[in-house]
């Protein structure tokens, strides 16, 4: 797993996996001439897209930023996206027993980001998978996501979160709220009206977890949006105030779901275009 120190915080990146997504719908209304230069497509024009999450130890407590896609899908939904399901072998690989969770925090609630947030029993009953955690989710989002439009309804799978609203184990976000010290959330509006980042700070030094405001390094061009965006100028908007503040504060930029490159520094060459530099 990619590992690095952020001030005194320590931040691992752990994968659920990789799933094919279709191109054309990954990247909107971008042509396929030009996105096909940066990511390659197999015959029925699938990308590979990756599901990353965000281990973060403060040195008080550890921190996972998403939980992937799970492993609770309908059969339907499993031929379109498979179902890796590899986030808790790939935490236990590396020593991180679901009870050394302390907090868990989505950033929205799309089926891709909250998977793992409960498991099925044998019994059909629904727990958590992070049994001591404090969860927290965008309280719009679960707002949203109970009347959700029939463009998205697709994208929401309850059993991931209302058991843990209703057991008051998730608490519900409002946006610019600190967390822990140095582990905060920002909305930034345009993939959904409530999507929150996860912004980590110490000793001077700044990560964020964007989401899928930009979804891959793939993804940095102003303009080079996701078709799944609800609000796609919003989108727009809401890139240029990120990059205002990550490209001047140098920022490292955590990508959701871009499966080779989970983090990197956006920055802008002399002709203004955007280019990601690795971590
Ligand atoms: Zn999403």
């Known amino acids: 797993m990619p590992s690095l120190t952020l001030g005194d915080f320590e931040l691992t ?37 990756g599901l990353n999450s965000l281990l973060i130890r403060t040195g008080k407590q550890t921190v996972l930023v998403e939980t992937g896609m799970g492993n609770k899908l309908s059969e339907r939904m499993i031929k379109f996206y498979g179902q890796p399901a590899k986030l808790l072998t790939n935490l236990t690989a590396a020593g991180v027993a679901p009870a050394d969770i302390d907090i868990v925090i989505n950033t929205h609630l799309h089926f891709d980001h909250c998977g793992w947030n409960t498991i099925r029993g044998k019994d059909g009953k ?94 940095i061009d102003l303009t080079w949006g996701m078709s799944f965006d609800l609000y ?33 520094y956006v920055e802008k060459d002399e002709a203004g275009k955007m280019q990601a530099r690795p971590a």
């Not at 105030?241 to 490159?261: C, G, M, N, R, S």
Request: proline share 9%; hydrophobic share 40%; net charge negative.
């Open 13 to 49: 990146i752990f994968s659920d996996g990789i799933y094919p997504l279709d191109g054309g719908a990954f990247f909107g209304v971008v042509p396929k001439i030009m996105w096909s230069r940066k990511v390659a497509s197999d015959d029925r024009n699938y990308v590979q897209a």
């Open 126 to 219: 629904i727990a958590p998978t992070f049994p001591r955690a404090k969860y927290y989710a965008p309280e719009g989002e679960w707002q949203y996501a109970r009347r959700p439009s029939e463009r998205d309804a697709i994208s929401y799978i309850p059993e991931n979160y209302d058991p843990l609203v209703e057991s008051g184990q998730m608490t519900l976000l409002k946006g610019a709220e600190e967390i822990v010290p140095g582990i905060s959330v920002k909305t930034f509006p345009g993939h959904t009206a409530h999507m929150q980042a996860v912004i980590v700070e110490s000793g001077g030094l700044t990560a964020c977890y964007i989401s899928d405001l930009i979804p891959t390094t793939a993804h």
């Open 232 to 264: 796609p100028l919003q989108t727009i908007e809401s890139r240029k105030q990120y990059y205002a503040k990550a490209i001047a504060e140098k920022w490292l930029t955590v990508f959701t779901h871009d499966p080779k490159v989970p983090w990197a």
